[in-house]
């Protein structure tokens, strides 16, 4: 019955704010500036990283702005595999900004 209401679509659902954070991430499209880019190569960050960063990634939301009425800035954390860093965002409506990137601390 569910296929048949829904079709064949990838549907997921949870109700836990780092979950949340991270679907929406996924929606949109990455932006970075030329430093971001440039930092991201040499920390080895690839699309295999980022998509590990955007999946299995956690919220810092103690170092995270999300009062904010427009855009919302997080810290998320990839603490595990080889390469362990954190990551700065600018959730916006439409687009995510990738602000910074640097060594898991």
Avoid: H
Avoid at 22 to 42: E, G, H, P, Q
Avoid at 78 to 99: H, Q, T, V
């Amino acid at each position: 019955m569910a296929v048949f209401l829904f079709g064949d679509r990838d549907i997921g659902c949870s109700y836990f704010p780092n979950d949340r954070v991270l679907s929406d991430f996924r929606k949109k499209s990455i932006v970075a500036d030329s430093i971001t880019n440039v930092k991201l190569i040499a920390m080895n960050i690839d699309s295999i990283e980022m998509f590990r960063m955007l999946n299995f990634g956690k919220i810092d939301f103690d170092n995270s702005s999300v009062k904010q009425d427009s855009c919302k800035e997080y810290k998320s954390v990839l603490d595990e595999g080889e390469i362990k860093w954190n990551a700065y965002w600018k959730n916006c409506e439409k687009s995510l900004f990738l602000l910074k990137v640097e060594p898991y601390d």
